[in-house]
């Protein structure tokens, strides 16, 4: 074995052509760079990739057994991801080193190509779970004319945008949690009924909830009961309910707020970490569009994209509105303090703790 042969560092060393090295236009020392970073990225989407297909892997099956390896590995390649979405995040300073108008001189050059096209970042965003219906002007990215996909990349993505999302996997995961079945509450002592959530546990946690609230937090007691018992205030409007809950079920999201209050159990450390590593996913990659977009402002300003779209005003839409794992990330306002948390029956403590021998 050979290092260059290994790493194919001919077909990849050799892959840098910048088009203005080529007659009949003046070399712009600065593409160089620019098609370096756009590669360097396009080689850790691949790595993010093969890490989520292991994870998305472990996800399919339908009963995941926290005495296997797979929850922890699935941690473990979750927090890989983001650190190297860190990098990439990083990266875009290298490429602010690139002056306006350094990059002027070749930028008409690259017409209608856009990094808008990249199938790779597509597909990431379709495997964590971005629906269609929620990016901000989905006729813009879903289009094969000018500055659009080519054939073979639209129904590449089209395909993996039909197959089952991580954010749906893990909601059916959480789904299944059985912690709220009756044979684990038998010898809880409710303080309140089971009237308005069917369970005394959740009926104890509504009502601590509501006590935490001060005055002006009040109404949260009915995004609390939209979010988690599907009961929708009828001064809602559909959009309200949108930004309350959008992607995951009540049962789910029951089950991963219990989980975020009951992380130190055994059980459920590894669990918790997941979720947390799913919210720092999403946090990571709208840092990333953040970047990006403060640095496609002062590069063209308010000139359109190469991609055809309005340019950094598209940008800035899809900031704002490309969250995926929002519903998770929402759940803190429903947090009440450590010392406030119904104390659990033996029965599901017994559950939740390692064994002891
Ligand atoms: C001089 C540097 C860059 C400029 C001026 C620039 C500009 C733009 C613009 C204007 C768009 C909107 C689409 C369009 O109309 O073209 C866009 C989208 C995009 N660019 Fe860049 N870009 C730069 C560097 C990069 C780099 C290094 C990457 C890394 C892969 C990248 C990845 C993307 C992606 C993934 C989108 C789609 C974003 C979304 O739809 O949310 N860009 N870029």
Same mark, same amino acid.
């Given at each position: 074995?050979?290092?260059?042969?290994?790493?194919?560092?001919?077909?990849?060393?050799?892959?840098?052509?910048?088009?203005?090295?080529?007659?009949?236009?003046?070399?712009?020392?600065?593409?160089?760079?620019?098609?370096?970073?756009?590669?360097?990225?396009?080689?850790?989407?691949?790595?993010?990739?093969?890490?989520?297909?292991?994870?998305?892997?472990?996800?399919?099956?339908?009963?995941?057994?926290?005495?296997?390896?797979?929850?922890?590995?699935?941690?473990?390649?979750?927090?890989?991801?983001?650190?190297?979405?860190?990098?990439?995040?990083?990266?875009?300073?290298?490429?602010?080193?690139?002056?306006?108008?350094?990059?002027?001189?070749?930028?008409? !050059?690259?017409?209608?190509? /856009?990094? $808008?096209? #990249? %199938?790779?970042? &597509?597909?990431?965003?379709?495997?964590?779970?971005?629906?269609?219906?929620?990016?901000?002007?989905?006729?813009?990215?879903?289009?094969?004319?000018?500055?659009?996909?080519?054939?073979?990349?639209?129904?590449?993505?089209?395909?993996?945008?039909?197959?089952?999302?991580?954010?749906?996997?893990?909601?059916?995961?959480?789904?299944?949690?059985?912690?709220?079945?009756?044979?684990?509450?038998?010898?809880?002592?409710?303080?309140?009924?089971?009237?308005?959530?069917?369970?005394?546990?959740?009926?104890?946690?509504?009502?601590?909830?509501?006590?935490?609230?001060?005055?002006?937090?009040?109404?949260?007691?009915?995004?609390?009961?939209?979010?988690?018992?599907?009961?929708?205030?009828?001064?809602?409007?559909?959009?309200? !309910?949108?930004?309350?809950? /959008?992607? $995951?079920? #009540? %049962?789910?999201? &029951?089950?991963?707020?219990?989980?975020?209050?009951?992380?130190?159990?055994?059980?459920?450390?590894?669990?918790?970490?997941?979720?947390?590593?799913?919210?720092?996913?999403?946090?990571?990659?709208?840092?990333?569009?953040?970047?990006?977009?403060?640095?496609?402002?002062?590069?063209?300003?308010?000139?359109?994209?190469?991609?055809?779209?309005?340019?950094?005003?598209?940008?800035?839409?899809?900031?704002?509105?490309?969250?995926?794992?929002?519903?998770?990330?929402?759940?803190?306002?429903?947090?009440?303090?450590?010392?406030?948390?119904?104390?659990?029956?033996?029965?599901?403590?017994?559950?939740?703790?390692?064994?002891?021998?």
């Amino acid at each position: 074995m050979y290092y260059g042969d290994y790493l194919q560092l001919d077909t990849i060393l050799n892959s840098q052509h910048p088009v203005s090295f080529s007659a009949p236009h003046t070399p712009a020392h600065d593409e160089m760079l620019f098609i370096v970073i756009h590669q360097a990225y396009e080689l850790w989407f691949k790595q993010v990739l093969f890490e989520l297909d292991y994870v998305m892997e472990v996800f399919t099956k339908d009963r995941i057994s926290d005495n296997s390896e797979d929850l922890n590995l699935v941690r473990h390649r979750l927090s890989r991801v983001i650190k190297i979405l860190e990098l990439l995040n990083q990266q875009v300073n290298i490429l602010d080193t690139m002056t306006p108008l350094d990059f002027l001189a070749f930028r008409n !050059l690259l017409t209608p190509s /856009s990094g $808008f096209q #990249s %199938k790779q970042f &597509r597909l990431i965003e379709a495997r964590l779970g971005l629906e269609m219906n929620k990016r901000h002007q989905h006729d813009y990215y879903k289009r094969v004319n000018e500055g659009g996909f080519n054939a073979e990349d639209y129904n590449a993505i089209n395909s993996t945008e039909k197959q089952e999302s991580l954010l749906q996997q893990v909601n059916n995961w959480l789904e299944r949690m059985p912690f709220f079945e009756e044979r684990f509450w038998l010898a809880y002592k409710p303080v309140t009924g089971t009237e308005a959530t069917g369970h005394s546990f959740w009926e104890d946690y509504r009502r601590v909830y509501q006590q935490s609230l001060t005055e002006r937090e009040r109404s949260k007691i009915q995004d609390f009961e939209y979010v988690f018992f599907e009961k929708a205030a009828e001064a809602y409007s559909p959009e309200q !309910l949108g930004m309350l809950r /959008s992607s $995951f079920s #009540s %049962k789910a999201l &029951r089950a991963a707020l219990f989980i975020m209050l009951y992380r130190d159990f055994p059980v459920f450390q590894t669990s918790y970490q997941i979720l947390d590593s799913l919210i720092e996913i999403d946090h990571a990659l709208s840092n990333w569009r953040h970047k990006h977009f403060i640095m496609v402002r002062r590069m063209i300003g308010m000139r359109v994209g190469t991609g055809n779209t309005t340019g950094s005003g598209y940008l800035e839409g899809a900031l704002s509105k490309h969250y995926i794992y929002r519903d998770l990330a929402g759940l803190s306002t429903y947090l009440i303090e450590r010392r406030n948390l119904p104390a659990l029956p033996a029965e599901l403590i017994k559950h939740l703790s390692f064994t002891v021998f």
